[in-house]
C-alpha cells in the first residue's frame, strides 16, 4: 500500500464523481464543483476549447497539452492532428461528451494525463498507465538509447544470448523496450511494488515480449541476496532507481505527490540509498566486463564516481552522459575483468 | 484454284510491282491535294495522320518544334562525324576513348533514328501502293482495306518512335526518385480563417494523394489553427518517384469560396486565401554529416533538476542548427525521443536544401531568362469551390468536381502528369535553345 502525503501546503479539491475510495480522504479548502455537461451538443473542438480554458483558470499544469491528449484519446487518437476534420467538427454524442467530461474532471484533480487516459508512449512503446506505478519520464528514453548502443557494439552480440538484469521495472518501458529492439535480449525485471509488477507482466503481454522477460516482486534492498539467485550474472544492469533527496520530495507537484509511489522517487537524504546498494551487489550479479546504467540525479555523477572508487573494487566508473537538456543524468560503470589468480 | 490468302498475296505483289512505277508521280499527288511535309530525313509522309489513340499534348509533339528539329540534326550531324572519325587510322587514345564515349551516348538515338527511317520507308511504300489502287474494282478493295490498316500501324508505329526520341532528350532530374519532405503553410488573409481551412484541405488532399500513389505518409509537424484549420504542417513522404510528382506542387495556391464553417462563414461572399506549398527532396542519410557541437536541441526544461521530479506531457522538440540558423521541430510523437529523431530528419532536408540552393537557384534563374519572370506570389494553381472547377496556371488545365478533386486521387493526379508533361516540353525546349546558341559541333568535346 502506497502512502498518500496529505501536506498542508497542498490544495485539495473535493469531487463526489472520483469515487468512493476518495471520498472522505479530502479536506477541501476551496470547494470547485466539477462544471456541469453543456445543455446542447457540444463538436470535439469546442469541448477542447473549453477545457483548456477551464484548466487554466484552475491551475491545472499544462492545459492546453491536457485538453488536446484527453480530448484525442476519447476519439480514439493520440493527438488531435491524428484526427479526422470531419470527428473534430461533428457534434459528439452523449456518451462521448460524458466521458470527456469525466476524464478532464479527473485531470482537474492534478491527476497525471498519463493516468487520466490510462496510457502513453515510451520510445515506440505504448505502454498502459495506471496509479501509483511510476509514469516513464522523457530522459529515461535515453538511457535505453545508451544500453542499446553497447549492446550493439558488445562483439559476442549477434550469437549469444545476452541477459539483462533492470532493478526496479515500474511499468515495464525500459525492460520492454530493450527487448523490443533485441530480439536476442532476455531480461529479469524486479520490483518492490506489487502493482509495477502486475503492471509490467501486462504490458509485456500486450506487446507480446512475455516470453524473454521473468519479473520478480522483490525489494533490492533487502532481498538482494534472493535477487541474485533468481539471475545467473547478466551482462547489463540498468536501473532508474528513486533518486530524489528526500528533502525535495516534499516539494514535489501534485501530480507526483498525490499520484505516484513515493518508493518510486525518494532516494534518502543523499539520494543515493537505492543507487549505492545497486553498486554494492552489482559485482555479484555481473559477468565479468558487465555494463551498469544508470539514471541519476544531476549532482550524483562525481559523488557516486568517488564513493565507488572508494568502496568497491570490482568495479570501474567508465563515465557520465548528458540528457537531452545536458544535464548530467547518466552513470556509465563497469565490472572489471577478474585477475587471474596465479597461486 | 488458289486459296483467298494466296490470291490476296499474289495480288500484293502485283501491286508492289506496280508502286515502282507509280512512285515518281508525286507531282499528281500534290495537285490532289495531299498534305505533305518534309521530315528531317527528307522522307515524306501523309499529313492525315492516322492516330488509333487519343493524343493529349506531351512531350513527344515537340517534335515539329523547329529547334528541336535543329537539335536533333545537330545530333546525328555529330554522331555521323563520330562513325567517320572512329574509322580513321590515325587516331590517339585519348581521342579514341572521348569519341567512344560520345558515340556510346548518341547511339541509342541514333537507333531510334533509323527505326524511324525504316518504317517511313515501308509506310511510303504502302502509300504508294494505296494511291495506285484509287479507283480500284471491288475484289481490290479489301486488299485496299488492309493496306490502309498497314498504313495506318505504320503511322501510329513513326509517332511513337518520334515522341520516344524527343522523349529521350529531356534531362533527367537526378532528384526525381527521391522522397520529399512536404510542408503546407496558410497564407495570410485580413480576416477570417479562409487560409487556414484551406491549408487543412490541402494537406487531406496530399495525404489522400499519397495513399492513391501507396507511398509512406508521414507527419513530422503539425500545427493546428482554431476551429479545425491548419496552420502549418510538415511531412515526409516516401515511395516511388515521389519528388517527380510533387515537385510542381511547389508554389501558392489560391482559394475562392464561400465558407461553411468559422469565422468568415457569418458573411455570405465570395472569399479569397492562399497557402503555400513548399517540396523538398530528402537526401540519403549519408550524403549529409551534422557536428552535434554544431545543434542546439530546445526541449520542455523544468526549473528545477528535471528527471523523476517532474511529470510533463510536453515532448516538443525544436533542434537549430547553429552555423547556418536552420531550425526545425516536431511534437507529433508522445515520445520525446521519437519527436527528437523526426525533427533531426527534418533538419537534414532542410540542410539539404539549402546545400543544393545554389545549384537549383541557378537552373531557376535560367529558367526565368527564358521563360519570362514569374514571382513567388503567383499563384499557381486557382481551386475555386464556388465555380466548382480546378485551375492550373501552368497549363490551363481544368478540373471538374472539385470534391473529388480535393481527395487526392486520379483527378490531381491527371492535373499533375499535365504539368510534369509540360514542365518536361519546357525543360528541353530550354535545353535546345541553349544548344542552339554558339556551340560548335564539328568539334565534340
Not at chain 2, 94 to 113: G, N, S, Y
Not at chain 2, 156 to 162: D, F, G, N
Not at chain 2, 238 to 257: F, M, P, S
Request: a neutral charge; proline letters at 4%.
Amino acid at each position: 500500500m502506497w502512502r498518500r502525503s496529505l501536506s498542508a501546503g497542498c490544495r485539495c479539491f473535493g469531487f463526489g464523481s472520483i469515487g468512493a475510495k476518495r471520498r472522505g480522504q479530502f479536506h477541501s479548502l476551496h470547494t470547485c464543483s466539477p462544471p456541469a455537461l453543456p445543455v446542447g451538443r457540444i463538436t470535439a473542438l469546442q469541448a477542447l476549447e473549453f477545457w483548456k480554458k477551464h484548466f487554466e483558470e484552475s491551475g491545472v499544469t499544462e492545459p492546453d497539452l491536457s485538453s488536446h491528449y484527453i480530448v484525442a484519446h476519447s476519439l480514439g487518437g493520440k493527438t488531435i492532428e491524428s484526427l479526422e476534420q470531419r470527428k473534430l467538427t461533428e457534434f459528439l454524442s452523449r456518451e462521448k461528451t460524458e466521458q470527456i467530461w469525466k476524464l478532464c474532471t479527473k485531470r482537474l484533480s492534478r491527476m497525471p494525463v498519463q493516468y487520466v487516459i490510462q496510457e502513453w508512449d515510451f520510445r515506440d512503446l505504448t505502454l498502459t498507465m495506471r496509479p501509483p506505478v511510476f509514469i516513464p519520464r522523457p530522459e529515461t528514453e535515453e538511457l535505453v538509447e545508451l544500453v542499446l548502443t553497447d549492446l550493439k557494439n558488445k562483439p559476442s552480440s549477434g550469437d549469444t544470448v545476452q541477459t539483462c538484469l533492470e532493478v526496479g521495472c515500474g511499468s515495464g518501458a525500459v525492460s520492454l523496450s530493450l527487448l523490443s529492439s533485441c530480439p536476442q535480449l532476455q531480461v529479469v525485471a524486479l520490483d518492490r511494488s506489487q502493482e509495477a509488477v502486475e503492471l509490467t507482466k501486462e504490458n509485456a503481454s500486450r506487446l507480446k515480449l512475455q516470453d524473454r522477460i521473468q519479473i520478480h516482486h522483490l525489494d533490492f534492498m533487502t532481498e538482494a541476496d534472493e535477487a541474485c539467485s533468481r539471475c545467473s550474472p547478466v551482462s547489463v544492469l540498468v536501473s532508474n532507481p528513486p533518486y530524489l533527496f528526500s528533502d525535495d520530495v516534499k516539494t514535489l507537484e501534485p501530480e507526483i505527490l498525490r499520484f505516484e509511489d513515493p518508493f518510486a522517487l525518494d532516494g534518502g537524504s543523499d539520494g543515493l540509498t537505492v543507487i549505492k546498494q545497486i553498486l554494492t551487489v552489482a559485482p555479484k550479479i555481473l559477468s565479468d566486463r558487465g555494463g551498469i546504467y544508470l539514471e541519476v540525479d544531476p549532482r550524483h555523477p562525481p559523488l557516486i564516481q568517488q564513493w565507488v572508487e572508494a568502496n568497491v573494487a570490482e568495479l570501474r566508473y567508465v563515465e557520465t552522459r548528458p540528457d537531452i537538456n545536458s544535464r548530467p543524468r547518466f552513470c556509465v560503470l563497469q565490472k572489471k575483468q577478474r585477475e587471474l589468480d596465479v597461486k | 484454284m488458289l486459296k483467298c490468302g494466296d490470291m490476296l498475296v499474289s495480288r500484293w505483289l502485283r501491286l508492289r510491282s506496280l508502286c515502282n512505277r507509280v512512285c515518281p508521280h508525286t507531282r499528281r499527288e500534290e495537285r490532289k491535294g495531299l498534305l505533305w511535309r518534309r521530315t528531317l530525313i527528307g522522307h515524306q509522309f501523309t499529313g492525315t495522320l492516322a492516330s488509333s489513340r487519343p493524343c493529349h499534348s506531351d512531350v513527344g509533339d515537340l517534335y515539329q518544334n523547329e529547334c528541336i528539329q535543329r537539335y536533333l540534326q545537330q545530333l546525328m550531324q555529330e554522331y555521323r562525324y563520330i562513325c567517320q572519325r572512329l574509322e580513321l587510322p590515325h587516331i590517339s587514345e585519348a581521342d579514341r576513348r572521348a569519341l567512344i564515349k560520345k558515340h556510346t551516348e548518341l547511339l541509342p538515338l541514333a537507333d531510334v533514328f533509323t527505326d524511324i527511317e525504316e518504317a517511313l520507308k515501308d509506310q511510303q511504300e504502302v502509300s504508294s501502293l494505296l494511291l495506285g489502287s484509287v479507283g480500284a474494282k471491288d475484289e481490290d478493295k479489301q486488299l485496299t482495306e488492309l493496306l490502309k490498316e498497314e498504313e495506318a500501324q505504320i503511322s501510329c508505329k513513326v509517332l511513337t518512335l518520334r515522341k520516344n526520341l524527343v522523349k529521350a532528350l529531356v534531362p533527367i532530374d537526378p532528384l526525381d526518385s527521391s522522397n520529399v519532405l512536404l510542408e503546407v503553410m496558410a497564407g495570410r488573409t485580413t480576416g477570417g480563417d479562409i487560409c487556414q481551412q484551406f491549408t487543412r484541405e490541402m494537406f487531406d488532399m496530399y495525404r489522400g494523394y499519397a495513399w492513391f500513389k501507396n507511398w509512406d505518409f508521414e507527419v513530422y509537424n503539425y500545427t493546428p489553427a482554431e476551429y479545425g484549420g491548419l496552420h502549418h504542417a510538415a511531412v515526409r513522404i516516401a515511395g516511388i518517384d515521389v519528388y517527380k510528382h510533387l515537385k510542381h506542387e511547389g508554389g501558392t495556391h489560391r482559394v475562392q469560396r464561400i465558407p461553411e464553417v468559422g469565422l468568415s462563414s457569418r458573411m455570405q461572399r465570395i472569399h479569397t486565401g492562399t497557402m503555400t506549398v513548399i517540396v523538398l527532396p530528402q537526401p540519403v542519410e549519408l550524403d549529409l554529416h551534422i557536428d552535434p557541437k554544431d545543434l542546439r536541441i530546445d526541449t520542455f526544461r523544468s526549473r528545477g533538476a528535471g528527471g523523476q521530479s517532474v511529470n510533463t506531457t510536453d515532448s516538443a522538440v525544436r533542434v537549430v542548427h547553429l552555423p547556418t540558423g536552420t531550425v526545425a521541430e516536431c511534437q507529433q510523437s508522445r515520445s520525446q525521443l521519437q519527436n527528437r529523431d523526426t525533427a533531426m530528419r527534418m533538419l537534414r532536408a532542410r540542410l539539404y536544401q539549402s546545400m543544393m540552393g545554389e545549384e537549383i537557384k541557378h537552373r531557376q534563374t535560367v529558367r526565368k531568362q527564358q521563360v519570362g519572370e514569374r514571382s513567388q506570389s503567383d499563384r499557381i494553381r486557382t481551386y475555386n469551390f464556388s465555380q466548382d472547377r480546378v485551375t492550373d496556371h501552368r497549363t490551363g488545365h481544368v478540373a471538374r468536381d472539385i470534391k473529388e478533386f480535393m481527395r487526392g486521387g486520379g483527378a490531381l493526379d491527371n492535373l499533375i502528369s499535365d504539368v510534369l508533361e509540360n514542365e518536361e516540353k519546357q525543360a528541353l525546349l530550354e535545353l535546345v535553345e541553349n544548344r542552339g546558341n554558339g556551340r560548335d559541333l564539328t568539334n565534340p568535346d
